[in-house]
């Protein structure tokens, strides 16, 4: 697969940038679809219902490998054409197909998915910089304090600066594993800022237990004065939160799809009031709103044509507003086909319950995008 | 911001006369403090005593427990439960610890308003405190005197008197037949496998029963079995006691909330069971088992309630604590406007609960609607506690995610709401539609 996929990457990089087409698309989806049924598969088993972690470098070095994971590194498989590689910054092919990956990874493993989309943030502000790094461990902190980023955090930055110059920004959270890397953007008095750690020695990161997407939360503290910081520009602040939120509501349709599918197989096992219960009107109903729920976010998630990223960002709020919390009622729908045998562990849907949950509210919930969405429209 | 507004009517009522001032409310209560004085004197105490032991007793063990449910000894807990009155609240004097007047108006009030109390703390552990409840509900319910006096009567005297607990569970619920034996429709045509097939003396229980709370710590459980080679109408309520042969625990389910309960398998390998350990009537198995759930559906609304009251509380806390952009959360209108939004719902689900619980015997329906309204509202106010806590509201530290764990399950158990639509619906069927068919 390995090899295969080295020769596809190459041609594609000969042919130039820009090039994808729908077939290329698609191959990429076999790709990430074949690699999630050889290798990620084993990530998760009855006794690691949220990951195996030991086995989580294996398995992203092969995702590296094969190009489905970015490295900020030009000599890298996945530079141009992974998980938001170089290619998302020009075309909006590139951030479909990142997308679709995204998708395809999330129906196998959502926290597994995170971390790529994690990661390929991470590395796109590192190309977008021309900083070279050839590590797939990040940590990633978007924004300060404690809340979810607010119109004025993102789009007039200096009205929320925080020092730099502190030796301690507490309460910083952000999301990685086994860092190696850490990247932190916060906005200063002349805009946005990064601070880039190539080794976790200088920050402290202190694993948080979450609700889902368990084992990539931290809240980290600067353990020594931060000097150096690299300034960013707004358009590449928005191109992130953008790609951030489009990823989250990939992901989220990911799940969402494999939930549909898992209720509709047990639909057609389970035997409950004298026949099996896809015959069931009750059951129907759940997978009939889940099913219209699901192309509907689809619909939602992969219409946007801007490349401006004022724009994209503009719809990657509404995106992550509306696809999550379709999302995250297909997700509850499913569960309830399930019965009792849905909230326990050995079907996995439970972990999938967790894990919407969890990318509806971090990153901005319905709550924050809302009032997002309405201050970006009052300033237009 | 609120305290010191002179226009608040509280601050302004000085321009009132006499008269006028009486009537304003100017009293600094919580709203608990207000719904708890509708409740009937000693049922109010109750409530308090609940909102007590749960904050001694279950707050310090919840976040500990949720995490690791598997080392937890929940024998101490039970036992102080006992001692403090409890586990026998489901029935009055001399059965047990409920204050009598106030139960022969209701009989599910009482265990409804400690549960709140204890889910507000701690889904799991108050499902391991109460799940005790449903097992006793089938011997109570029975209406058999000679089983009162030879298992009731005991086991209240054991609790209070001596503060040993004897911890019962109810078992229903088999691999092939879970939402099936909770509606009369479906049941019908239910797959159940436990048997118990007559030999002298009494019967021998065969099958597996599954998700049993409490079933791995309970010391007696009520276990509803058909005759062999009978149908569903056939079934009935054996009292199966720890110890007796060929009776074992199988695994414990991992569950995605109230983890501090256990949910077990029961094995029953030709467990013979006296004939005097049948519950009630031979082959009465089944109006009974309905009739527990009738009583048992209000009590979950109840912890559906507790679960999000408790998250609606600490997301209050959270912003009181919390400030953005140099101002403190619960100054910003937007999360006045979601919280008092949660606080709505609160209000509706407790209001619906009270009004479920305000006939002496269980309604079908109003348990049901009770039990779907109280479980959908619990998760949506979860959900909204955990949306204006942002990222923290995902972190386990805070307690809310959990409330929402615990919370969806009160959407599946004692029948899914799917199940239950069906039970409110077959009560007005047989009700309001077949007078109107009557008249027409």
């Known amino acids: 697969m390995v090899l295969f996929v080295s020769v596809f990457l190459n041609i594609k990089r000969e042919e130039g940038m820009d090039s994808l087409t729908n077939s290329d698309i698609f191959q990429f989806e076999l790709l990430t679809g074949d690699f999630c049924k050889k290798s990620l598969s084993q990530f998760i088993d009855e006794h690691h219902p949220d990951g195996n972690f030991s086995i989580l470098p294996s398995i992203i070095y092969e995702a590296c490998s094969i190009g489905i994971i970015t490295k900020a590194h030009h000599n890298a498989s996945g530079y141009d054409y992974g998980i938001w590689g170089k290619q998302t910054l020009t075309s909006t092919d590139a951030i479909i197909n990142s997308l679709t990956m995204l998708s395809v990874l999330a129906s196998t493993c959502a926290s597994f998915a995170f971390l790529a989309h994690i990661q390929g943030l991470a590395a796109n502000i590192l190309i977008q910089r021309d900083i070279e790094n050839n590590t797939a461990y990040p940590f990633l902190s978007l924004y300060n304090e404690l809340l979810p980023p607010h119109y004025q955090t993102v789009v007039h930055p200096s009205s929320h600066a925080i020092k730099l110059d502190n030796p301690f920004i507490a309460q910083l959270h952000g999301y990685g594993y086994n860092p190696c890397y850490a990247i932190v953007c916060v906005p200063d008095t002349s805009g946005w800022s990064m601070l880039y750690f190539d080794s976790v020695q200088t920050i402290l990161l202190q694993s948080i237990k979450t609700h889902g997407l368990r084992g990539l939360y931290y809240k980290a503290r600067f353990n020594s004065d931060i000097t150096a ?24 349709i990911g799940i969402a799809q494999s939930a549909y599918l898992k209720a509709i197989n047990y639909a057609h096992q389970r035997y409950q009031r004298g026949s099996v219960i896809k015959n069931i009107e009750s059951v129907q109903m759940l997978l009939g709103a889940s099913k219209a729920k699901i192309e509907t976010a689809k619909n939602a998630l992969f219409s946007f044509t801007a490349s401006d990223s004022y724009l994209l960002l503009k719809h990657a709020a509404h995106s992550k507003l509306i696809v999550t919390t379709l999302c995250s009622q297909v997700v509850t729908d499913c569960l309830q086909v399930f019965g009792g045998y849905g909230y326990m562990e050995d079907f996995g849907i439970e972990k999938k319950f967790r894990d919407i949950n969890t990318l509806a509210t971090i990153g901005g919930s319905p709550f924050f995008m809302k009032q997002f969405i309405a201050q970006m429209e009052m300033e237009e | 911001m609120f305290t010191d507004n002179y226009l608040s009517l509280r601050n302004s009522k000085e321009s009132l006369a006499f008269l006028g001032k009486l009537l304003v409310d100017s009293k600094y209560q919580s709203l608990w403090e207000y719904d708890t004085k509708l409740l009937p004197h000693k049922v109010q105490k109750w409530r308090r005593k609940a909102k007590a ?280 209108n937007e999360i006045q406007y979601e919280l008092a939004d949660m606080l709505i719902k609160l209000m509706s689900i407790r209001m619906t609960i009270w009004r479920s619980c305000a006939h002496f015997r269980a309604v079908q329906s109003l348990s049901s609607i009770a039990k779907v309204y109280a479980s959908d509202m619990a998760v949506e106010v979860c959900k909204q506690a955990m949306e204006i806590m942002g990222d923290e509201g995902v972190a386990h530290e805070w307690g809310v995610e959990k409330a929402l764990r615990d919370a969806r399950l009160t959407q599946i158990y004692e029948g899914t709401n799917q199940i239950n639509r069906y039970a409110i619906i077959e009560h007005q069927y047989t009700t309001d539609v077949a007078i109107n068919n009557v008249i027409s």
Not at chain 2, 60 to 65: G, H
Not at chain 2, 161 to 177: L, Q, S, V
């Open chain 1, 229 to 252: 910081t690299i300034p960013v520009s707004n358009h590449t602040i928005e191109l992130l939160f953008a790609f951030f939120w489009l990823g989250i509501a990939a992901i989220s």
């Open chain 2, 53 to 332: 032991f749960s904050q001694l007793y279950i707050r310090p063990l919840s976040r500990t427990v949720d995490i690791d449910p598997y080392t937890f000894d929940p024998n101490p807990l039970i036992q102080e439960a006992t001692r403090w009155g409890f586990q026998t609240i489901i029935m009055p004097f001399p059965l047990g610890s409920a204050a009598l007047f106030p139960y022969l108006r209701s009989t599910t009030l009482q265990v409804a308003v400690i549960a709140e109390e204890f889910a507000s703390e701690c889904g799991g552990l108050a499902l391991l405190l109460l799940a005790h409840h449903l097992g006793v509900a089938p011997l109570l319910l029975s209406g058999h005197i000679p089983t009162w006096f030879k298992f009731l009567i005991p086991m209240y005297i054991k609790g209070a008197w001596f503060g040993k607990p004897t911890t019962m569970a109810f078992a229903i619920t088999e691999p092939d037949a879970g939402s099936d034996v909770e509606d009369s429709i479906g049941a019908k045509d239910a797959h159940t496998q436990v048997t118990a097939t007559p030999v002298k003396g009494g019967y021998i229980l065969n099958g597996t029963k599954v998700f049993i709370s409490d079933g791995g710590i309970a010391d007696r459980i009520t276990v509803f079995a058909k005759i062999k080679g009978q149908g569903i109408d056939s079934w009935t309520c054996f009292l199966v006691e720890k110890g007796m042969k060929g009776f074992s625990v199988g695994r414990r389910e991992k569950k995605m909330g109230q983890r501090a309960s256990d949910a077990s398998e029961l094995i029953f390998d030709n467990v013979f069971v006296p004939k005097r350990n049948i519950v009630g009537k031979l082959k009465g198995g089944w109006p009974l088992n309905q009739n527990v759930l009738n009583y048992s559906r209000p009590v979950v609304a109840a912890m559906a309630l507790g679960h999000a009251r408790g998250a609606f509380e600490r997301a209050l806390q959270f912003c009181n604590l919390h400030t953005y952009m140099g101002k403190k959360l619960i100054d910003y």
